[in-house]
């Protein structure tokens, strides 16, 4: 059994976005804090090499979990860094649709623009961002853009946290979702989470804590290493940065009783959709994520676009057909075009714990939900057709990339889970501030909001110590 010896005033579980900026938040202060995460530390001298490793590796379930009638694949990073390891690093901050809603859900007053622009500033401050320039747009972005003009929809870049990714030497970013070998994506591990290791923060990798005891002055987690080895760690105060599903999982197993743990799970179900054309697009090929929707119709009709494209492995799933019919698709892999509809759902699905511990995800599309799925695909044939797709190839697996909710904060503890200092109702030593505290689904990446409501859960924190 290993045990903790040092006297730490914050324990942190989970090492993802919300996590890694909590902790350095704290250390930044002269916090002594502790993170734990199931994940394994990676770096650029060892990120997987191949797509069949990368998805083994950083993510929970060997690449995909699934709803109850397998109908929504869930990716779920399982890293040091999470989600910033393997997404494309886009920073969006909300608009005032999003926090409104989220305000008349909880009842929670800071819920607003001008309330959280600090917070946005401070984590602007951390990291470098950018748009792609237009030289190494590919392929697909191209189709992106050009047929938002055919139509009279408005598209904007995408703003991305990176730096100098040198694609001038031939560096196509759809490696980056195994991590990104040169550093150029601004993921925690290479900016808050390397300065906070350099003060006042222990990070300990490949731990999978399962159980939780809070008290007065003290709160103690346990869990197994990856080698079967067990744990047991100790700090005045916790805070849960383990995502909607990580979350729900420990607080359940740990005997916490409110009914609505792990209820109100949204994920924002993204459908990417392909076209086959008689040219090269060569989406796999440098920047492959530059465009996104900025229509003002489509976010009144609940969806957003954005050009997408994945490695060969992925692709191949979504595609319909078996045999020499599939074979005849992914020979023609970099005749694809891709756009991803990701819709603003609004059916709240429910995460159970069953008795070996595993997830149980209840989540499906209501009518509403369709509608949105409906009108975003007819918005996607009408830009395949109008740049000459010679057909379009629906894909067959929706993909829960955004996972949100199930400790949602509010205001009355008979709907919430956490208040509006994220501490759980049950319990005030108990904080937390990821995803998971989301009243319903924003419509928007989530990532950088994650980041601004973390520092100030840190900041809260530091006020609580």
């Known amino acids: 059994m290993t045990k903790s010896e040092a006297n730490y005033d914050v324990m942190i579980v989970g090492a993802g976005v919300s996590g890694s900026f909590i902790g350095w938040y704290l250390a930044e202060k002269g916090v002594k804090c502790l993170v734990l995460e199931a ?77 959280l622009e600090k917070y946005y500033d401070i984590v602007d401050e951390q990291l470098v961002s950018q748009e792609i320039p237009a030289k190494y747009r590919n392929g697909n972005a191209e189709v992106f853009e050009q047929g938002f003009k055919n139509n009279g929809y408005i598209c904007a870049p995408l703003i991305r946290a990176q730096k100098d990714c040198k694609y001038e030497d031939g560096n196509d970013c759809i490696e980056c979702l195994g991590g990104c070998r040169i550093d150029s994506k601004q993921s925690t591990p290479v900016t808050v989470l390397k300065k906070a290791m350099d ?28 080698n079967g080895q067990k744990g047991e760690f100790s700090a005045r105060k ?7 599903i990580g979350n729900t999982r420990l607080l359940k197993q740990s005997g916490f009783r409110n009914p609505i743990i792990g209820s109100g799970f949204y994920t924002h179900p993204q459908h990417m959709i392909l076209a086959e054309y008689d040219r090269e697009i060569n989406a796999q090929k440098g920047a492959f994520q530059a465009f996104k929707s ?30 020499k019919k599939h074979q005849e698709i992914m020979e023609r892999y970099i005749n694809l075009a891709c756009i991803e ?47 000459g797709a010679k057909r379009v190839i629906p894909g067959i697996l929706p993909i829960g990339l955004h996972l949100m909710g199930g400790c949602a904060m509010g205001l009355d503890e008979r709907n919430s889970v956490v208040n509006a200092d994220f501490q759980m109702h049950e319990n005030p030593n108990v904080f937390i501030a990821d995803s998971s505290i989301f009243p319903d689904a924003p419509g928007i990446n989530p990532s950088m909001t994650i980041m601004a409501l973390s520092v100030k859960a840190a900041e809260t924190i530091l006020q609580k110590l």
């Open 39 to 115: 994940g394994s530390y990676f770096h650029a001298g060892n990120y997987p090499t191949n797509e069949r490793d990368s998805n083994s590796k950083f993510y929970w379930g060997g690449g995909l979990e699934f709803n109850t009638h397998a109908s929504i694949g869930l990716l779920r990073p399982k890293a040091v860094g999470g989600g910033s390891i393997v997404n494309q690093a886009l920073l969006d901050r909300f608009d005032a649709d999003a926090l409104d809603s989220w305000k008349n859900r909880s009842g929670v007053e800071y819920f607003s623009q001008k309330a």
């Open 199 to 226: 003060k006042n923060l222990d990070v300990v990798p490949d731990f999978d804590v399962t159980d939780m005891q809070v008290e007065d002055s003290t709160t103690r987690v346990s869990g197994t290493f990856t």
């Open 238 to 244: 916790l805070v849960l940065a383990a995502g909607a």
């Open 294 to 323: 900025n229509d003002e119709n489509f976010r009144r009709d609940g969806f957003k676009l954005e050009n997408v494209f994945a490695a060969p492995v992925a692709i191949a799933m979504l595609l319909p057909g078996f045999g």
């Open 341 to 387: 509809v990701a819709i603003r759902d609004t059916n709240p699905g429910r995460i159970k714990i069953n008795k070996a511990g595993k997830p149980v995800i209840s989540k499906s599309l209501n009518k509403l939900d369709k509608t949105r799925l409906k009108k975003g695909t007819e918005a996607i044939y009408n830009i395949f057709n109008s740049t």
